[in-house]
């Protein structure tokens, strides 16, 4: 797979996670137990971690 191609993939990639972020985050704000809040943010924060690696990646490709 070429740079162009990894490109456009990663892209599509970021693009997936950060729509299933934000449904992270609407149930983050629809719940009102604790316990399932500390697991949204969890999860939403590895998806902030992955998202930006994908975004340095997609960075160091391009240069």
């Known amino acids: 797979m070429g740079e ?18 934000e449904g992270l985050k609407s149930a983050y704000e629809s719940t009102e137990d604790g316990n399932q809040k500390l697991k949204l943010t969890g999860g939403i924060l590895v998806f902030e971690f ?7 990646k997609m960075e160091l490709l391009w240069n």
């Open 50 to 56: 992955v998202i930006n690696l994908m975004k340095k």
């Open 4 to 21: 162009d191609e990894q490109i456009l993939v990663l892209e599509e990639m970021v693009c997936l996670f950060e729509k299933a972020m």
